[in-house]
């Protein structure tokens, strides 16, 4: 996976070729100020998508915290409550 690296000045002179390199290769283009490294530009898709994954991510280190901590319970017990739950919301 190569980086993409352009100048500053690319994202105010060429947005629109920016813009297209970030959908066609789906790979976040690094901007840099004075040759350093200071923004990435990504596709929007490609940009909710990591996002979705980051929190999934979350999602899953706290599920693995709660197991080793032993805040658990069995999956019958957690069904029960969910129905129950579920049906208290139909009958309102």
Known sequence: MEKIIRPSADLRNHYSEISKQCKETREAVIITVNGRGDTVVLGL?????????????????????????????????SFDELRASLLERKNV
Do not use: C, F, I
Request: without cysteine.
């Open 45 to 77: 898709q490609d940009y909710y998508q990591l996002k979705s994954e980051l929190e999934l991510l979350k999602t899953l280190a706290e599920a693995d915290d709660d197991v080793k901590s032993g805040r658990v319970a069995p999956m019958k017990d």
